[in-house]
C-alpha cells in the first residue's frame, strides 16, 4: 500500500497553503503545459488518479467531460474535494493507486497530476489504466522528475566557480526516496525516465508527448523561483495513447 | 556544416587510442544495450549515420545484412574504415549529418552511433532518414545523454557530505556545448531528452524503446570505472519505427 502522506495532518496543512491548494489548477506553474497535452473533453467519460482536492474534475467537467471519477487515498482530500464540488456529473472514491482496479474499457481519458511517483509498482499502474481504456484513448500524466527525485541529498548546491547546480547522483539507482517535504519522511519511488516509457510501451501506450517542465514554457513569464528550473526539470508530462 | 573534429589530428591520434578504435563494437561497453534494440538484419538494407571507422558496417554485414552504406564526414575515418574493409556489400561515402541527403524508402534499418549529438538540426536530421526508411522500418541511435552535455562544465564533483555527484546546470538550455575531449573546442549540440523524443514523433517515427546506459546493464559485470554511471548515465539508446 502507498504511504497515505496526505492524511498526514502536518502535511495536509502546509499542502493546503499551497497555491496550487488555494488558486486550484491556475496556480499549478505547469498547468498550461499539461492543458495542452489534453485533448477536447467534450463527452469524455474522465478518470483522475489521484484527484486531490478534485480541481481538475471541476474543470473536466467545465470543459465538457461528460462524468468524471476522481479518485484518492487520501480521505482528508477526498472530504475538502466533495466539499468544493456541486456536480452530480462528479463522483469521487477512495483508491489506493498501488492496488487500483478500474472496469474494462470503462473510460476515455485518464489523467494524473503529481500522483505516479508515490507508486512503487508502475507497471502494474500502467497496465491497469490501459485496461480501463477504450482503444485510441489518451493518458495524460505528469509526475516528479527523475532528475528531480534521483539524488540522495536533493538541493540547490554550488558548482566550483559557485554557479547554482543540482548534484545529480544515483539517477540508476531506482528505489524508494525518503524526503522531508511539507513533513518528514515523505516516501517517493524513482524511477529512470527510460523505465517510465519502457512500462508505459511494454502496458500497451504509444508515447505521443514528452514535455520536461519548463522545457516548454517562456520562464520570463513565470515567478522569479521557477528560474532554477531552467538548471534541471522538476516534473516530467507525459502524453500515451492506448493503442 | 557540423565540425568536423575527428579530422582533426590531435583529436583523431586520441580517438584512435580509444578502447572502441582498437577492438570495435566489443570495446564499447555500451555495445550488448545497443545491438538488443537491433532487430534482425538478414537481407536488411542498413544506413549507418557516422560509421567511423566501419565497425558496425562489417558487423551489420556479418549479421547478415544484404548491403550497408556507411557514411562520415571525417576523411580519416572513411580512409581507416575503407582500409580495413574487403567486402563489396559495404560502401563509404562522405556526408554532412547537417546536410544529410538520403534516397527516398532506400533503407530498411538506419543506425548510428554517438554522432547525432554534433547535430545541431536534429528535427531535419529525423526527417531526413524518416523518408529514407521504408514504412515499418527502425532506427536504433545512440548519443550522448543530455544530463551528460547539459552542464556548463561537465565533470565530476563532490557533495557537501564528501559524496560524488554531477553537478548538473543548464539543463533546459538548450545549444551549443563546447568541451576539451581528446582536443580542445570539441562542438556538441545539448537537447533536452524530451525534445529528442518529440523531434523522433513530429518526424513520424513511434517511440519503441529508451535506455539511459547503464540502466539496461549490471554494473558489476563491467570495468570499476563505469560505476560511475551509476550516478547519472552517459548515453541514451533510442529504437524508434517509421509509421
Redesign the interface.
Known sequence: MSQNIYDDPVFFEGYSRMRRSREGLDGAAEWPALRALLPDLRGLKVVDLGCGMGWFCRWAREAGAAQVLGLDLSQRMLERARALTDDAGIAYASADLERLELPQGGYDLAFSSLAFHYVEDAGRLYRTIAQALVPGAPLVFSTEHP?YMA???PGW?S???G???????????EGPRVTDWLAPGVVKHHR????T??LL?DAGF???????F??ALD?AAHDPELHD?????MFLLVAGRRH
Chains 1, 2 share one sequence.
Open positions: 532528475i539524488p540522495s541529498r548546491g558548482g566550483e566557480d554557479r547554482r547546480i543540482w548534484p545529480l547522483d544515483s539517477y540508476e539507482r529512470t525516465l527510460a523505465t516509457v519502457n510501451l504509444a508515447i505521443e508527448r514528452l514535455e520536461e519548463l522545457s520562464p528550473e531552467l538548471e534541471r526539470p
